[in-house]
């Protein structure tokens, strides 16, 4: 039996990630375009008992005084007080048991940093937290949402990212923390802050450009040439990726009102206003992309409808054409009986029926030009 408190985060209404959060992502790069194996590279440690690359940085009384150290000697830092940031790139189970007894990390929180596609979550246990959430950068070429998923382990000390792939550019978090070095005597929630807000900021970025590429969408849904099916195609692209970006950003909303908490301690009055923001940030990003899945449902449906216009259009400009053809079709199907008739074989009675079918066909074409029919 699970002997920590437990708090899952589930997006109401899906049944679960279905592995769709491993969506498409660019291999040789992070999402900043910039090569994974270089990001931050004065955190590099070429010392460390685990197979995977790992980065280390080691704070103390709110100054950075060392980076790139080795592995080993993270516990002597801890020992001293000191504040200390461990990344693994894409470790495996064997890494990070190597670690967990130094960090006291619980068998169940190394199980789900190991296991892809989980989902958002914060999870308490007796001495740290786990923390799982997603990056995301949306790709204008394709219409898809590329996710990169990230497991974070907060113990008082210490803070261990552990990186699945090379989405996320760990180098811009540690550009960011560098940026407000004010902040770094909070300890680990200065430097959890400092992820976090990275993480956000590329969520609000991805429903900005997901806005733009709808606003253009919208444009397109109107153009002079019809362009049906690149709109429908277009639509069904930009919901999917929301539908996955929902699930990457709504669960971020309990894991801050988690972490916030101030029975967990890891955030101080000073943090406090900061991680607010970092909140507000969550709230408008889930608000726009609720609207923004409205928007593209209102397209889909708008498109059909129109689609349904110019077929009734048609409909009706082919109606009239038909009404106009029909009059001198009588005629000449009535001139064409082989029984006399008024004007029969009489050069009266051709150019009667000329005028007919002349002067009916007029008379229909500007009636239903009025209309609107034609």
């Not at 596609?117 to 590329?146: C, M, V, W």
């Not at 002079?224 to 669960?251: A, I, Y």
């Amino acid at each position: 039996m699970r002997d920590v408190t437990s708090q899952d985060i589930r997006d109401s209404g899906s049944g679960g990630s279905n592995g769709v959060l491993g969506a498409t992502r660019q291999p040789e790069t992070t999402f900043q375009g910039r090569d994974p194996e270089t990001v931050a590279a004065s955190a590099i440690a070429h010392d460390s008992p685990t197979k995977c690359q790992a980065r280390t940085r080691m704070y103390r009384d709110g100054r950075l005084e060392e980076e790139g150290f080795p592995v080993a000697r993270i516990s002597d830092h801890l020992a001293e007080g000191a504040v200390v940031w461990l990344d693994l790139r894409d470790p495996g189970r064997e890494d990070l048991e190597v670690l967990s007894e130094e960090f006291g990390l619980h068998p169940l929180a190394i199980e789900d940093a190991v296991m892809e596609h989980e989902r958002p979550k914060l999870d308490r246990y007796r001495t740290h937290l786990f923390l799982t959430a997603y990056s995301a950068r949306f790709i204008t070429s394709n219409g898809q949402l590329a996710t990169s998923e990230l497991a974070v382990f907060v113990t008082p000390q210490a803070l261990i990212t552990v990186r699945k792939d090379d989405g996320l550019d760990i180098g811009k978090v540690t550009e960011r923390w560098d940026a407000s070095p004010d902040l770094a005597t909070c300890g680990v929630g200065y430097l959890l802050h400092g992820l976090l807000d990275f993480i956000v900021d590329g969520h609000f970025e991805a429903v900005q450009s997901l806005d733009d590429t709808i606003e253009a969408l919208e444009d397109q849904l109107f153009s002079d040439v019809p362009q049906d099916m690149q709109v429908q195609r277009r639509s069904f692209e930009l919901r999917k990726s929301l539908v996955l970006l929902r699930r990457v950003v709504l669960p971020m909303r309990e894991v801050l009102n988690t972490i916030m908490r101030r029975d967990l301690h890891y955030v101080g009055d000073e943090l406090m206003p900061y991680y607010h923001d970092v909140y507000d940030h969550v709230l408008r990003a889930t608000e726009w992309t609720e609207s923004l899945r409205d928007l593209v449902t209102s397209i889909l449906e708008t498109n059909l409808t129109i689609q349904g216009n110019r077929m009734n259009v048609i409909s009706k400009k082919v109606t009239g054409w038909a009404a106009i053809i029909a009059v001198p079709t009588f005629i000449t199907g009535f001139y064409g009986m082989n029984v006399p008739y008024p004007g029969f074989s009489e050069r009266v009675g051709e150019i009667c029926a000329f005028a007919i079918m002349i002067i009916a066909g007029f008379i229909l074409y500007v009636v239903f030009r009025r209309k609107d029919w034609l």
